[in-house]
């Protein structure tokens, strides 16, 4: 492989091509018209534009993307995630062009894509999952039944959907055939298929996924776990490895359970095995056919670097390590900073960085693909970065979270980082025992996050409003938050 076009943008585009960096492979990007001064267009080899702003115009157009790789001369394309990074469709035309898709089968994508049809072939892998339908339901008196068989809770989902969308959890029969219906319609709206399913609702869960990488040769590994408990709305704002809910009895299981899960469908390349886990039980949601936003969390503690897999096993190498290899080293935690205002229901809020210093020092990550004076345009997600710690043991690398969070300059936008900070010194976060509802169980939360806002306000507000830029520039971190609120 002697180029790759990137068909993504911002941070993940920028994590592809310094994959490509390193192995030597030159890099092509595409973008949009509102991408066309981001730091992923100034960081490629050669860039192309390839249409306006709103995606399904630009990054979701399967034939310009190809039809732009054909005149690059790029051997493959790497989709990064969301946009067309599990859409069988754009494998398919990258195989009909000739272009290496980097990522697994159409066949595969296909399949995991089906949720029913993942949770039937699941089963048959024997990965245990939670007790429900696995056809989907149409008949009105045959889901009453199933529902009471299973007992309620349930939850209803779509078929073609994942990361929460169209669900609607059922607390009685009362309520079954309306959400059914609800669900259809959200489902055919969203996805193009209306099909829906029911499970055993399991309340409180922790969500544990299992990194997995599987070679043309046959190989398939897993790099262990990530939890990704702490979401909003479905939304994933802090993950970690490895996971205070395993054992190393429990660690070894699930990992041999995703692997056999991985190996019965003829895996390649990276994926992720979702599972949901409860009162030590764990049953699978869903697998995830691309490389993660949360994949950093599994480098840091293993050392390798999941996209270079991702091109050596696209390239029909071998995978470059064995199960035997993966160590477990230390504690990683990720933070999702974005434009967004926690203080006002998270409310996006894209705009230019009048000023911007990302943390540093020992044990500190940052993903992003942005800089100062970089406008952050208003069509897509609302990510600026992706901040990684690495420490020895979990509390290490929660202090270097709280030292980087604390570091971090971001101006002109509101962020997200307030709301981190409050996280990070949270009693039940610090002692591990968290689940998917610990944000909005938390209710001291929001005013512990409220009180970082207003501390940080009354720092700058004794600064003296007219000192010398240039000792200001001189000094640490601390002191550059202060001259920023100054500027305003
Ligand atoms: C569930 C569940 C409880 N029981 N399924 C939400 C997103 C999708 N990936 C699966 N989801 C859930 N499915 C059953 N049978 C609870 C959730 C869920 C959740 C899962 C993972 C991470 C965060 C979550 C937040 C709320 C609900």
């Known amino acids: 492989m002697n180029k790759i076009l990137i068909a993504n943008r911002g941070e993940i585009a920028i994590r592809v091509m310094r994959a490509c960096r390193e192995m030597g492979i030159a890099s092509v990007a595409v973008f949009s018209e509102a991408d066309k ?66 990522g697994p089968s159409s066949r595969v994508l296909e399949l995991m894509g089906n949720k029913i049809a993942a949770r039937r072939e699941m089963r048959k892998a024997g990965t245990p999952v939670v007790p429900g339908t696995d056809e989907a339901t149409t008949d009105d008196d045959q889901a009453k039944r199933i529902a009471g068989d299973i007992g309620y809770p349930v939850i209803v989902k779509p078929s073609g959907g994942g990361g929460g969308i169209g669900m609607t959890i059922v607390k009685n029969e009362g309520d079954l055939l309306k959400a059914l219906e609800a669900s259809r319609t959200i489902a055919e709206k969203s996805f193009g298929l209306a099909d829906v399913y029911i499970e055993k ?29 702490i979401q909003r709305r479905y939304q994933k704002l802090i993950e970690e490895a490895p996971s205070t809910a395993l054992t190393p009895e429990l660690r070894q299981t699930m990992g041999e359970t995703a692997v056999k899960a991985a190996q019965h469908i003829g895996y390649q390349g990276a994926g992720t095995i979702e599972f949901i886990f409860s009162n030590g039980e764990f049953y699978f949601m869903e697998m995830n056919t691309r490389v993660q936003v949360e994949h950093p969390v599994t480098e840091m503690v293993t050392g390798i670097d999941i996209v270079k897999e991702q091109i050596r096993i696209a390239s029909g190498e071998p995978l470059s390590i064995r199960q035997e290899d993966v160590l477990v080293n230390g504690w990683s935690i990720e933070c999702r900073i974005n434009a967004e205002d926690p203080l006002n229901d998270f409310t996006p809020s894209p705009g230019r960085l009048t000023h911007y210093r990302s943390p540093g020092g020992s044990g500190v990550r940052v993903d992003s693909g942005v800089y100062t004076q970089y406008a952050i345009p208003p069509f897509y997600d609302s990510m600026i970065s992706k901040l990684v710690t690495w420490g020895r043991d979990r509390n290490e690398a929660i202090e270097r979270m709280r030292r980087a969070l604390y570091e971090y300059i ?57 000192s010398d830029k240039k000792k200001i520039a001189a000094m640490a971190a601390a002191a550059a938050v202060i001259q920023m609120h100054q500027h305003k």
């Open 37 to 102: 001064d981001a730091l992923f267009v100034k960081y490629a080899d050669e860039s192309f534009p390839i249409g306006p702003a709103p995606s399904s115009l630009s990054y979701l157009n399967i034939e310009k993307i190809i039809e732009t790789a054909r005149h690059a001369g790029a051997d493959a394309i790497h989709p990064g995630y969301g946009f067309l990074a599990e859409n069988p469709a754009f494998a398919d035309a990258c195989d009909t062009a000739g272009i290496t898709f980097i």
């Open 201 to 229: 609702y399991v309340s409180n869960p922790r969500h544990i996924e299992f990194q997995i990488l599987g070679d043309s040769q046959g190989n398939v590994i897993h790099l262990n776990e990530r939890e990704c408990s």
């Open 410 to 466: 971001i101006g002109g936008v509101k962020t997200n980082i307030p709301f981190h900070r409050a996280v990070m010194e949270n009693p039940r976060f610090v002692s591990g025992e968290i689940n998917t509802h610990f944000i909005e169980s938390e209710t001291g939360l929001f005013d512990a996050l409220k009180q970082i806002a207003e501390r940080e306000k009354t720092l700058m507000e004794k600064m003296p409003s007219g």
